[in-house]
């Protein structure tokens, strides 16, 4: 399974965005994933994180996700 990692203290975090993953995010906010990267927030960026993080952790939560772009943030 091919990933992106990025090294964060010590730590490799896989991040990779799936096509179930992919379908769920287009289903749940009504538009395209072409759509949902053009329009760049913080709210989508940890969403992003959320859904990159589920080929490992299928059960990644929201707040795991903002404390994985607080981390990313400071470092």
């Known amino acids: 399974m091919k990933c992106y990692e990025i090294e964060l203290n010590g730590?490799?975090?896989r991040l990779r965005l799936r096509s179930v993953d992919i379908c769920e995010l287009e289903k749940k906010n009504n538009k395209s994933i072409i759509q949902l990267m053009k329009e760049v927030s913080q709210t989508n960026i940890v969403m992003?994180?959320?859904y990159?993080?589920?080929?490992?952790?299928p059960n990644y939560s929201n707040k795991e996700a903002n404390e994985l772009y607080d981390k990313l943030i400071d470092n």
Not at 52 to 57: A, G, K, L, P, V
């Open 11 to 13: 730590e490799t975090i």
């Open 52 to 57: 990159m993080r589920r080929h490992e952790f």
């Open 48 to 50: 992003f994180l959320m």
